[in-house]
């Protein structure tokens, strides 16, 4: 009898407006793709089960409005992230250029409890744009940025023609698969929760 095991994985994904977090997730989770730009609103969220070796995982992938009057919303969605995606069009600069300040952002709202070990992936969207000729930022320029920041995992995908997207999110699934086992050790030592009727007026630690 195989023992297996069934993992939710919070993944986080960011980056400025446009630069396709929602159509990369409809392309891995729905294999679809629309022309038509709508900006997210707020979070959302979709799930996908893959199986890796032998655990059943599900990905919950949260969408986050890349706009910055939704950016104070991000406390409530970072907390518990297994994995952080941090995306941006490889045809504008400013996005690659703001990768800095989603990182920083993210490291400090969610406040995980080594900031140097949490894992990240950076993903370098739109390669299909024009053939590649109008981008920007080279690939040398994206993975010595990983680099610097700690050997964050890189890969190169093109939503629309559903180039790399699975491969991305397959590694970024095993990614947060080795910070959830981190997470487990520390889940298992929190105390368990009163219910409300329950709950005396002293203190209970």
């Not at 409809?26 to 979709?46: C, E, L, M, P, R």
């Not at 995982?57 to 104070?72: C, K, N, P, Y």
Request: glycine share 6%.
């Amino acid at each position: 009898m195989s023992m297996r095991r069934r993992t939710l994985l919070k993944v986080i994904v960011l980056g400025d407006s446009g630069v396709g977090k929602t159509s990369l997730m409809n392309q891995y989770v729905h294999k679809k793709f629309s022309q038509q730009y709508k900006a997210t609103i707020g979070a959302d969220f979709v799930t996908k089960e893959l199986q890796i070796d032998d655990r059943l995982v599900t990905l919950q992938i949260w969408d986050t409005a890349g706009q910055e009057r939704f950016q104070s919303l991000g406390v409530a969605f970072y907390r518990g992230a297994d994995c952080c995606v941090l995306v941006y069009d490889v045809n504008v600069m400013k996005s690659f250029d703001s990768l800095e300040n989603w990182h920083e952002e993210f490291l400090k709202q969610a406040n995980p409890s080594d900031p140097r070990m949490f894992p990240f992936t950076v993903l370098g969207n739109k390669i299909d744009i024009d053939g590649g000729n109008s981008r920007v930022v080279s690939e040398k320029k994206a993975k010595d940025w990983c680099t610097s920041k700690g050997n964050i995992p890189y890969f190169e995908t093109s939503a629309k023609e559903d180039y790399n997207v699975d491969a991305a999110f397959l590694c970024i699934a095993k990614t947060a698969l080795s910070n959830e086992y981190d997470q487990d050790i520390y889940f298992q030592a929190m105390p368990e929760t009163v219910p409300d009727n329950e709950q005396s007026g002293g203190c209970a630690c």
